[in-house]
């Protein structure tokens, strides 16, 4: 059963989420608190946020995951996804979710555009008073992953469909490394799993959000951007953040963006849809669904990361030979993550050679930055499954495996202490094919 049976309006609808929450925080004391992000522009609505865990379990050793919801007022739909999310949240279907994830849920970021049923917010850039909210959380709790929520009204989104869709967009804003490989790997595994649920998501890129919008509302393609498949909308400002002015205004539609640039966080969007699904056909339970995949998935581990968890620790590189953040719990791979994912331009050499002894493999790493000492693991994918002995200039060292359906990772530790160059040696069996 939907949460709310009708659809939250203006001051009074807001003030009936807000103490819809309140009862919530009150009747699970055990895994959830609420904080206040700030106050909305006229001082006098709190925005606040519900975080749900398992409290005895300390925050280090799980990763922080962020719902954002109603960045937009008069996007209707969040205003009651955020309570169906905070719901499952304390089911015990979510209790290993709880286990290994602090999950942090704004439910109305935007206070007054909810009031007033309005956009009101910014085209350009993210607005002053959301870079002090999202600073204020982020201060709090550094994301691994962070989920933004919008929703689509009658002609909202593509210009040739309007009113029917609802969409998964990766919202990574660059292609660094393996990124838009694995957000594609992410999110059609959260299409797949709302359709088993019933519900039909699309994936969508940002340039795709682009061509909607300037695409014709008699339903024509945009022959120009057809042909030329250009990205013409800078969907987030490099030079934007959460701690200081909009100094180049960029369209921006989701507020996660300085999220990724900062700690490499696992970033989407979700446009769920107020016109097609009504409240009582389900609109709660249509939006619960992507997040609901997805916040499963961090309890798992994808076959090319080490540990279990949202799949952020590959910084520089591909499969075959990768920087990654180091650490022995989620907490030391955040703050990794960090300072490497700083430094990724600095890697200026990144090389593995198979020489013609079938038991040798020969890798580089450069690196010209200044940020030393620097930490992390350099991981390469091998065809071979025993993994004898690594040297890192000529000095043997220590490293460990973990494996996928056909090959072995081999992560060698390394702590760079000055910039320059390092040469690996790796000591395997020869590669025999395994017939299955």
Same mark, same amino acid.
């Given at each position: 059963?939907?949460?709310?049976?009708?659809?939250?309006?203006?001051?009074?609808?807001?003030?009936?989420?807000?103490?819809?929450?309140?009862?919530?925080?009150?009747?699970?004391?055990?895994?959830?608190?609420?904080?206040?992000?700030?106050?909305?522009?006229?001082?006098?609505?709190?925005?606040?946020?519900?975080?749900?865990?398992?409290?005895?379990?300390?925050?280090?050793?799980?990763?922080?995951?962020?719902?954002?919801?109603? !960045?937009?007022?008069?996007?209707?739909?969040?205003?009651?996804?955020?309570?169906?999310?905070?719901?499952?949240?304390?089911?015990?279907?979510?209790?290993?979710?709880?286990?290994?994830?602090?999950?942090?849920?704004?439910?109305?970021?935007? +206070?007054?555009?909810?009031?007033?049923?309005?956009?009101?917010?910014?085209?350009?850039?993210?607005?002053?008073?959301?870079?002090?909210?999202?600073?204020?959380?982020?201060?709090?709790?550094?994301?691994?992953?962070?989920?933004?929520?919008?929703?689509?009204?009658?002609?909202?989104?593509?210009?040739?469909?309007?009113?029917?869709?609802?969409?998964?967009?990766?919202?990574?804003?660059?292609?660094?490394?393996?990124?838009?490989?694995?957000?594609?790997?992410?999110?059609?595994?959260?299409?797949?799993?709302? %359709?088993?649920?019933?519900?039909?998501?699309?994936?969508?890129?940002? @340039?795709?959000?682009?061509?909607?919008?300037?695409?014709?509302?008699?339903?024509?393609?945009?022959?120009?951007?057809?042909?030329?498949?250009?990205?013409?909308?800078?969907?987030?400002?490099?030079?934007?953040?959460?701690?200081?002015?909009?100094?180049?205004?960029?369209?921006?539609?989701?507020?996660?963006?300085? %999220?990724?640039?900062?700690?490499?966080?696992?970033?989407?969007?979700?446009?769920?849809?107020?016109?097609?699904?009504?409240?009582?056909?389900?609109?709660?339970?249509?939006?619960?669904?992507?997040?609901?995949?997805?916040?499963?998935?961090?309890?798992?581990?994808?076959?090319?990361? @080490?540990?279990?968890?949202?799949?952020?620790?590959?910084?520089?590189?591909?499969?075959?030979?990768?920087?990654?953040?180091?650490?022995?719990?989620?907490?030391?791979?955040?703050?990794?993550?960090?300072?490497?994912?700083?430094?990724?331009?600095?890697?200026?050499?990144?090389? !593995?050679?198979?020489?013609?002894?079938?038991?040798?493999?020969?890798?580089?790493?450069?690196?010209?930055?200044?940020?030393? +000492?620097?930490?992390?693991?350099?991981?390469?994918?091998? !065809?071979?499954?025993?993994?004898?002995?690594?040297?890192?200039?000529?000095?043997?060292?220590?490293?460990?495996?973990?494996?996928?359906?056909?090959?072995?990772?081999?992560?060698?530790?390394?702590?760079?202490?000055?910039?320059?160059?390092?040469?690996?040696?790796?000591?395997?069996?020869?590669?025999?094919?395994?017939?299955?």
């Amino acid at each position: 059963m939907p949460v709310f049976k009708s659809m939250p309006m203006g001051e009074s609808g807001l003030r009936e989420v807000y103490s819809w929450v309140d009862s919530y925080v009150k009747g699970n004391q055990k895994i959830a608190d609420k904080i206040s992000l700030g106050k909305s522009e006229d001082n006098k609505w709190d925005i606040p946020a519900v975080i749900v865990t398992n409290k005895s379990i300390p925050g280090d050793k799980k990763q922080n995951a962020v719902v954002t919801l109603t !960045r937009h007022g008069g996007e209707r739909g969040t205003r009651v996804i955020g309570p169906e999310i905070l719901n499952y949240l304390a089911s015990d279907d979510a209790s290993e979710i709880r286990d290994n994830q602090t999950v942090i849920v704004v439910p109305v970021a935007n +206070p007054l555009g909810f009031i007033l049923d309005e956009f009101h917010s910014s085209m350009h850039g993210i607005t002053d008073l959301e870079k002090s909210v999202w600073g204020n959380l982020c201060s709090l709790y550094t994301p691994d992953m962070m989920l933004d929520y919008h929703s689509l009204g009658k002609i909202d989104g593509a210009k040739y469909d309007r009113g029917d869709m609802e969409v998964i967009l990766p919202v990574n804003t660059t292609k660094w490394g393996m990124d838009e490989q694995i957000y594609q790997y992410v999110a059609n595994r959260m299409a797949e799993d709302t %359709a088993a649920k019933g519900w039909p998501y699309e994936v969508h890129s940002l @340039e795709d959000l682009s061509f909607y919008y300037f695409g014709e509302t008699t339903g024509r393609f945009p022959q120009k951007y057809l042909q030329e498949k250009v990205f013409l909308l800078h969907i987030q400002n490099l030079l934007e953040h959460y701690d200081f002015p909009n100094k180049m205004p960029a369209y921006t539609n989701y507020t996660n963006g300085p %999220a990724y640039y900062k700690w490499h966080t696992l970033v989407f969007g979700i446009e769920t849809n107020h016109w097609a699904i009504k409240v009582e056909d389900g609109l709660a339970e249509s939006g619960l669904a992507p997040c609901q995949s997805l916040l499963n998935m961090g309890t798992t581990r994808f076959p090319w990361e @080490e540990d279990a968890g949202y799949p952020t620790n590959l910084l520089v590189g591909d499969f075959r030979i990768s920087i990654r953040a180091s650490g022995k719990n989620p907490g030391e791979r955040r703050i990794s993550r960090e300072k490497i994912w700083k430094e990724r331009a600095n890697f200026d050499i990144l090389k !593995r050679e198979m020489l013609e002894d079938p038991e040798t493999t020969l890798a580089e790493v450069g690196y010209i930055g200044e940020n030393v +000492p620097l930490k992390f693991d350099l991981c390469l994918r091998m !065809r071979q499954k025993l993994i004898k002995k690594v040297t890192v200039e000529e000095r043997e060292v220590e490293f460990g495996t973990f494996k996928d359906d056909c090959s072995t990772f081999l992560s060698i530790p390394i702590t760079l202490n000055k910039p320059g160059l390092l040469k690996l040696t790796i000591r395997h069996e020869p590669f025999k094919r395994q017939i299955k």
